[in-house]
Each structure stands twice: as structure tokens, then as C-alpha cells.
């Protein structure tokens, strides 16, 4: 049995990885999804002044608390910060950082930081408008305008995604992470969807700055060939992924 901290990225609450976390258990491990601080039913937990760190403390009590240990973390999409964050100070209760379709930020380096100068115009841009400033507004999750990120996605669901996501504290995109030196040696698995891993692995190797956090000694690599939702697309199938990278075999490392 393994104990799993499921993390949602942008938008979303615990609910997002309801069929994964229900296949897990199933499986008879032990499973915690967190709604993070200012997301889902916590928006009103101060929710537009919400930062990285709020939501770092927030998964570091809950281990620490819950008295958690060797615990599987991971974090989809966006809580990539706060997953890092949390895993980075609590090394010794952590066996391993799970990134679906996601990945750490240098030290330094905030999630925004991720965008090229165009897409982060336009987010910004929406942030002050239809955000006031704080939150960054629940996308209209249409497949006509974003295919790739939406494939696999049935029209009740995205209708559930557009009227349960919640607007997302701006501060958890705009802060960044100042990391220890030297990093803690915690194994660390990218699960990639909507990347072909060849590719993150040839831009890694090539020196860019933020894929260049996903290879090296400690890495292992899935791939789930799937949209960038892969807890609604094919929860079973990272189920499968994740139960197995709880086993010694994953521990290993390798491909």
C-alpha cells in the first residue's frame, strides 16, 4: 500500500481526481486529494491573496499533521509550485514527486514565467479585466479554441470543469520559488500528455531553462498520450501509471 497526495492544477478543487483516487483505493492504497488554499470550495479562504507558499504550508500541514510518510505527491498542471515547494522543505516524508503533464521551476522562476511573451499578454490582460487584478478567470474550456489540451473530453465534462473551476489566485502564478541548494535528491516521475517525452527530453538536453529541470539523475518518465486533463480523459489509465510508480520497480529509475 501507498499513501498518495493528489494535487489539482488551476481552477480546480479535490474533485477533479475523484475517479483516479476512487481506482487507487480500489487498489488498496491510501489517498488524499487536497483542494488547495483559494481554490474550489476554499475561494473564500482569502482566495485572491493566496501565493504559492500559502498553498505549500497548506500541503506541508496536511503531511505533516495527517502524520504522513513516504508519501507519493503529486501535482497536476499549475500545482507543480506548490507541490515543489512542499516536497522541497519536507524531503523526508516525501518518496516521490509525481508531474502529470507538468514539471519543478528553477529556483527563482515563477509560473508565469512558464508563458511565452504573447500568452502571457493575453493572461495578464484577463486578469485585469475580468479578474480585478487578483484571480485569473475560469477559462471557457472550449475544444474548438484549444484541442490539444481539451482532447479526450466529453461535453458533460467540460461543462462540469467550466461550472465547478472556480477563478485562480494570481499570486500562485506570479510568485516564484527560491529553492535550497543543493535540491533534495527526492525522486521525481514526469507523466507527460500532451508533450511527447522525446521532445521534452531533447529541449531538457538542449539547455532550456525550464525543461532542463526534467532530466538528469532522479528522473523517470511515463507518457500518457491524452489531453492536458488526464485525471477526467483516461483516470484509470493514470491510476495504473501512478500504483505503479509506488512499486520498486519505478524506484529504480530508468525510462
Same mark, same amino acid.
Given at each position: ?7 489539482? +492544477?488551476? =481552477?480546480?478543487?479535490? =474533485?477533479? =481526481? ?44 496536511? @503531511? ?24 522541497? /522543505? &519536507? ?11 507538468? +514539471? ?31 484571480? @485569473? ?27 465547478? +473551476?472556480?477563478?485562480?489566485?494570481? +499570486? ?15 525522486? /521525481?516521475?514526469? &507523466?507527460?500528455?500532451? &508533450? ?13 531553462? @525550464? ?17 492536458? =486533463? ?26
Amino acid at each position: 500500500m501507498a499513501t498518495f497526495v493528489l494535487v489539482p +492544477g488551476y =481552477w480546480l478543487g479535490a =474533485w477533479a =481526481w475523484d475517479e483516479v483516487a476512487a481506482h487507487l483505493r480500489d487498489a488498496g492504497h491510501d489517498v488524499h486529494a487536497v483542494t488547495p488554499a483559494g481554490q474550489a470550495e476554499r475561494a473564500d479562504e482569502d482566495g485572491p491573496g493566496v501565493d504559492v507558499d500559502a498553498q505549500a504550508d497548506g500541503l506541508v500541514r496536511l @503531511i505533516e499533521d495527517g502524520g504522513l510518510d513516504d508519501v507519493v505527491l503529486v501535482a497536476h498542471s499549475g500545482a507543480n509550485m506548490a507541490a515543489t515547494g512542499a516536497a522541497d /522543505r &519536507i524531503p523526508h516524508r516525501v518518496a516521490r514527486i509525481v508531474y502529470v503533464d507538468s +514539471g519543478p521551476m528553477p529556483s527563482g522562476l515563477a509560473g508565469i514565467d512558464f508563458h511565452d511573451p504573447g500568452s502571457r499578454a493575453e493572461l495578464e490582460k484577463a486578469v485585469a479585466e475580468q479578474g480585478g487584478g487578483r484571480t @485569473i478567470p475560469v477559462p471557457p474550456f472550449d475544444p474548438g479554441t484549444d484541442p490539444v489540451n481539451l482532447a479526450g473530453l466529453s461535453q458533460e465534462r467540460l461543462a462540469a470543469m467550466r461550472e465547478r +473551476g472556480t477563478p485562480q489566485p494570481f +499570486g500562485t502564478a506570479t510568485q516564484a520559488l527560491t529553492r535550497p541548494d543543493p535540491l533534495p535528491a527526492t525522486p /521525481r516521475t514526469l &507523466i507527460s500528455s500532451t &508533450i511527447p517525452l522525446a521532445a521534452v527530453k531533447e529541449m531538457g538536453e538542449g539547455g532550456h531553462p @525550464i525543461f532542463s529541470m526534467m532530466v538528469g539523475p532522479g528522473w523517470t518518465y511515463r507518457e500518457l498520450p491524452t489531453g492536458h =486533463w488526464p485525471m477526467f480523459s483516461k483516470p484509470r489509465e493514470l491510476a495504473a501509471l501512478l500504483a505503479g510508480l509506488a512499486g520498486d520497480g519505478a524506484a529504480a529509475g530508468g525510462a
